[in-house]
């Protein structure tokens, strides 16, 4: 029972998290108005200045959370990344902004890596798809607060006007807004310090007190052994990072623009439909991974994914391009809320299977590398591009998410379907190995 507490406490993070990167989709309109800026630079604020540098500092990270506390190292991060958020409050230009965004990623760099590799600790292979998937929902459910509790919030502010906070001077409601939501994850670093810092299974008693070019020459040494598997996982889940990301950054002004909606209701109900469809997806995800696995599916995590992926272009074709009011573009995104969610927990999944534990925080790393310097700084990134550049009209919003949805997810189940023989090979070589 201890592990699921810590699992929950993880979840608890993922979900603060989520909700600090995430609450500036809600007030893109009045950022713009209040910093003069365009759909670009604010698909710029959204993506790479958090994307770029949570990617860079995972991999130090990593190194650090392979050799000492992880729990530590998490609580650093929680504290750090919350600050920052508060920081987001206070800015008063593109740049401002854009240096406080670098500190969410910087501080949020922490937990991934971290939790994956405590989780890891936790629980058997046979039970850890669940468990991955458990936490990673606190994405979803993260995402989905943001919009609905910062919805609320900003209604409430915005019928209140600016804000005296003390020595911060005096705040629009859009900047006090960031201010409040960093206090939980004040709370959280406290809550933390309740987790046990689990024993490392399966170290190798060579692996201890091993240097640090010894642990990376091994590394090295263990990925290009399966290069394949890790090139088209890394890939596959990153392209379907990008779509998503594209989605939680643009889908609340996407009901604002194109069907008239307040930012309040469009939060509530989009923050909604991903609280509800989205976590109830991450779980069915480790579900029918452990099913498959039961069943002696060796690539369970792929397989689970390569099904739940097909249905992804025909539910966003039509909440994009068919839907004739703004109910009803929520009830057809709400299965692809569902399908898109599947693969959340099963990255991790995949990569713990196969992975020594004394490098599971350095291959999470890598991959968040991947996956966050591609997927989250090109996902919003793109849409605000093609908003701008190519569509040329801010309403026209829902095109240039059709776009990155129809073409991001077929590319993912082809890079899926390419992988899958060599991680089912890779599994094979871990356990002969062992």
Same mark, same amino acid.
């Given at each position: 029972?201890?592990?699921?507490?810590?699992?929950?406490?993880?979840?608890?993070?993922?979900?603060?998290?989520? $909700?600090?990167?995430?609450?500036? +989709?809600?007030?893109?309109?009045?950022?713009?108005?209040?910093?003069?800026?365009?759909?670009?630079?604010?698909?710029?604020?959204?993506? %790479?200045?958090?994307?770029?540098?949570?990617?860079? =500092?995972?991999?130090?990270?990593?190194?650090?959370?392979?050799?000492?506390?992880?729990?530590?190292?998490?609580? =650093?991060?929680?504290?750090?990344?919350?600050?920052? #958020?508060?920081?987001? &409050?206070?800015?008063?230009?593109?740049?401002?902004?854009?240096?406080?965004?670098?500190?969410?990623?910087?501080?949020?760099?922490?937990?991934?890596?971290?939790?994956?590799?405590?989780?890891?600790?936790? @629980?058997?292979?046979?039970?850890?798809?669940?468990?991955?998937?458990?936490?990673? =929902? &606190?994405?979803?459910?993260?995402?989905?607060?943001?919009?609905?509790?910062?919805?609320?919030?900003?209604?409430?502010?915005? +019928?209140? *006007? %600016?804000?005296?906070?003390?020595?911060? *001077?005096?705040?629009?409601?859009?900047?006090?807004? @960031?201010?409040?939501?960093?206090?939980?994850?004040?709370?959280? +670093?406290?809550?933390?310090? #309740?987790?046990?810092?689990?024993?490392?299974?399966?170290?190798? %008693?060579?692996?201890?007190?091993?240097?640090?070019?010894?642990?990376?020459?091994?590394?090295?040494?263990?990925?290009?052994?399966? !290069?394949?598997?890790? +090139?088209? !996982?890394?890939?596959?889940?990153?392209?379907?990072?990008?779509?998503?990301?594209?989605?939680?950054?643009?889908? /609340?002004?996407?009901?604002?623009?194109?069907?008239?909606?307040?930012?309040?209701?469009?939060?509530?109900?989009? &923050?909604? $439909?991903?609280?509800?469809?989205?976590?109830?997806?991450?779980?069915?995800?480790?579900?029918?991974?452990?099913?498959?696995?039961?069943?002696?599916?060796?690539?369970?995590?792929?397989?689970?994914?390569?099904?739940?992926?097909?249905?992804?272009?025909? @539910?966003?074709?039509?909440?994009?391009?068919?839907?004739?009011?703004?109910?009803?573009?929520?009830?057809?995104?709400?299965?692809?809320?569902? @399908?898109?969610?599947? %693969?959340?927990?099963? /990255?991790?999944?995949?990569?713990?299977?196969?992975?020594?534990?004394?490098?599971?925080?350095?291959?999470?790393?890598?991959?968040?590398?991947?996956?966050?310097?591609?997927?989250?700084?090109?996902?919003?990134?793109?849409?605000?591009?093609?908003?701008?550049?190519?569509?040329?009209?801010?309403?026209?919003?829902?095109?240039?998410?059709?776009?990155?949805?129809?073409? &991001?997810?077929?590319?993912?189940?082809?890079?899926?379907?390419? *992988?899958?023989?060599?991680?089912?090979?890779?599994?094979?070589?871990?356990?002969?190995?062992?």
């Amino acid at each position: 029972m201890y592990a699921w507490y810590v699992v929950v406490v993880l979840y608890l993070g993922a979900i603060v998290s989520f $909700v600090d990167r995430q609450i500036i +989709a809600l007030v893109v309109d009045d950022i713009k108005l209040d910093l003069g800026l365009d759909d670009f630079q604010i698909g710029l604020l959204q993506g %790479p200045p958090f994307g770029i540098f949570y990617a860079v =500092m995972s991999i130090p990270i990593a190194l650090a959370a392979d050799r000492y506390s992880r729990r530590n190292i998490v609580i =650093m991060g929680v504290t750090f990344w919350s600050i920052a #958020t508060a920081a987001c &409050g206070m800015a008063g230009s593109f740049w401002h902004l854009f240096l406080a965004r670098i500190g969410v990623g910087v501080g949020e760099a922490t937990l991934s890596p971290s939790a994956y590799s405590i989780i890891s600790d936790y @629980f058997p292979k046979q039970r850890l798809s669940l468990a991955m998937a458990v936490f990673t =929902m &606190g994405n979803l459910t993260g995402v989905g607060l943001a919009m609905v509790l910062g919805g609320a919030l900003i209604v409430w502010l915005k +019928a209140i *006007g %600016p804000v005296e906070v003390g020595l911060l *001077g005096t705040l629009a409601p859009w900047q006090f807004t @960031f201010v409040l939501v960093a206090i939980p994850g004040l709370v959280l +670093a406290v809550l933390l310090l #309740t987790v046990r810092e689990p024993a490392r299974r399966g170290v190798l %008693p060579e692996a201890v007190g091993a240097t640090s070019r010894q642990q990376l020459l091994e590394f090295w040494r263990f990925v290009r052994a399966h !290069l394949r598997t890790f +090139a088209t !996982l890394f890939a596959s889940f990153t392209m379907l990072v990008l779509v998503a990301y594209g989605n939680f950054a643009w889908m /609340a002004v996407f009901f604002v623009r194109t069907f008239g909606w307040s930012a309040g209701q469009a939060g509530l109900v989009y &923050g909604l $439909v991903v609280i509800v469809f989205g976590t109830s997806g991450a779980f069915f995800g480790g579900w029918l991974a452990n099913v498959l696995a039961r069943r002696g599916r060796v690539d369970a995590p792929y397989r689970a994914t390569m099904l739940c992926s097909i249905p992804l272009v025909p @539910f966003a074709a039509l909440t994009f391009l068919a839907a004739p009011d703004g109910w009803w573009a929520a009830a057809l995104f709400a299965p692809w809320q569902f @399908f898109g969610a599947v %693969p959340a927990g099963l /990255a991790g999944a995949a990569m713990m299977t196969i992975t020594p534990n004394r490098m599971r925080a350095k291959i999470s790393a890598v991959y968040l590398f991947f996956s966050n310097f591609i997927g989250i700084s090109l996902g919003s990134t793109a849409v605000g591009y093609l908003t701008t550049h190519v569509f040329r009209d801010d309403s026209l919003v829902r095109y240039s998410l059709a776009v990155v949805n129809c073409v &991001g997810a077929p590319l993912a189940i082809v890079l899926i379907a390419l *992988g899958m023989g060599a991680f089912r090979d890779s599994v094979r070589r871990v356990e002969s190995a062992t």
